[in-house]
């Protein structure tokens, strides 16, 4: 099933807390090991972007305000 | 009541800053402690303050003192690694008797350690992290108010004793979002005749110096600087209690840990296990004589010291119990922060 949703995420303004990625129903976001950020935290990614149901819990859990889901439509 | 904000721990401890009547800021970014020195270079327009990134944690510490001996109110932050750097600087203040507030928003370590919260900073933090001897006013918040509202108590009690105070945060509480109401900004207005502003005609010269040549005024130095401390541990001792009027066991913990403990607090309390929480706002002062109390009621079965390090605060635990009771560790290291759950599991191996 194509994914429903697009997870954007400010990769510069995230801390890495990882609410997104336990919080996420679907194990679409994780993150992202071998890579960080300008502050050194490795920060969330779409792991898996054919996951995403645009459920937004990722956004409303992210105490940064750091992560948009866009909704794909047609 | 003053102004409500939805904001990041580094962020609050920056804004307090500002409203407690800062008047220099020096500092060296280092994760997770950044937003600090971000903060006050986005509002340093707004504001009369002097705002400077130093090449390095040693010249930053030096520059503090430099301000402080100048009789202004000057602030470092700072994380693990930086701290360790800024030593030297540190205990030469804490030898010149003047005030200054030293923020570590503590990192896991040793060495370059990881970037997440740790607490294995404590020995360093409590036992004086320098050479010689000579104590630091400890505050330790666990909330991004206490952010706010140690920051602010740091420059007064540093003001009023003429000694560094260092707030110990972690990475959590630093990074970390929450309501805070913010106090209005104090005008602020210091009654230094110490200070080092310039000789005028009716005084003598005013001299600040960490450098004692001779023993005897070395240690007439000391003799003075041990009465201040014995004052301080008189007067500032700080600390929370959470049911442990009926306690049966107690669990010590500071910072971000000591929200993981009060969720433990009750859960067991749920699960027929009376728990207590007590949680010392000042590591140093040490809040022992409250502990000893504690230790020597009958009520009171055992201690658990809660922390993210290898075992650090558990030993001041142990000297204030004395051995009369029981004291455990459990820690997490490495920048893990111990949940409720395994917190709970530990304990119920032990009662």
């Known amino acids: 099933m194509p994914a429903k949703g697009y ?3 400010i990769v510069d303004a995230c801390k890495g807390c990882g609410l997104c990625v336990t919080n996420c129903p679907t194990q679409c976001l994780d993150l992202k090991k071998d890579d960080t950020n300008s ?7 779409m792991a898996d972007e054919d996951k995403c149901i645009a459920c937004m819990n990722c956004a409303v859990m992210c105490p940064d305000s750091v992560i948009t889901v866009y909704k794909k439509t047609g | 009541m003053g102004e409500i904000r939805f904001m990041k721990g580094n962020e609050a401890l920056a804004e307090a800053a500002i409203r407690a009547g800062m008047q220099g800021y020096f500092g060296y970014p280092i994760t997770p402690q950044s937003e600090v020195i971000e903060y006050l270079a986005a509002e340093k327009p707004n504001h009369n303050y002097t705002l400077l990134q130093a090449e390095s944690e040693v010249a930053s510490i030096n520059m503090v003192y430099g301000g402080a001996a100048a009789g202004s109110r000057v602030m470092t932050t700072t994380s693990s690694p930086g701290y360790s750097l800024m030593q030297e600087g540190v205990s030469y203040i804490a030898c010149a008797e003047l005030p200054c507030v030293i923020a570590n928003i503590a990192r896991g370590g040793p060495g370059l350690g990881t970037i997440q919260p740790g607490q294995g900073d404590y020995f360093q933090a409590v036992k004086g992290g320098g050479h010689g001897d000579y104590r630091l006013i400890v505050l330790a918040p666990n909330s991004v108010q206490e952010m706010v509202d140690f920051t602010i108590l740091g420059f007064d009690l540093a003001d009023k004793y003429r000694t560094p105070v260092l707030v110990l945060s972690d990475g959590a509480i630093g990074q970390m979002m929450e309501k805070v109401v913010l106090p209005e900004p104090k005008q602020y207005n210091p009654d230094k005749p110490w200070a080092t502003t310039g000789k005028t005609h009716d005084r003598e010269r005013n001299y600040i110096t960490s450098l004692y040549i001779q023993s005897e005024h070395m240690e007439k130095k000391n003799i003075e600087l041990q009465k201040k ?4 541990e008189k007067n500032e001792i700080r600390y929370e ?6 306690a049966e066991v107690i669990i010590v913990a500071y910072g971000v840990t000591s929200r993981s403990s009060k969720k433990v607090v009750d859960l067991a309390r749920e699960g027929g296990i009376k728990m207590g929480l007590l949680r010392p706002i000042t590591l140093w002062p040490f809040p022992k004589e409250r502990i000893s109390e504690l230790a020597a009621s009958d009520r009171v079965k055992s201690f658990f010291s809660v922390e993210m390090s290898a075992g650090q605060m558990v030993e001041d635990v142990k000297l204030a119990v004395n051995g009369k009771k029981p004291t455990y560790f459990y820690g997490r290291t490495g920048g893990i922060i111990p949940t409720p759950e395994e917190i ?3 304990i119920k191996t032990k009662v």
Do not use: A
Request: charged share 30%; no cysteine.
């Open chain 1, 39 to 45: 502050y050194g935290y490795h920060y969330s990614y």
């Open chain 1, 7 to 9: 997870v954007d995420i």
């Open chain 2, 344 to 346: 709970i599991d530990f």
């Open chain 2, 229 to 232: 401390f014995d004052l301080i």
């Open chain 2, 241 to 246: 209690e959470y049911k442990t009027e009926d």
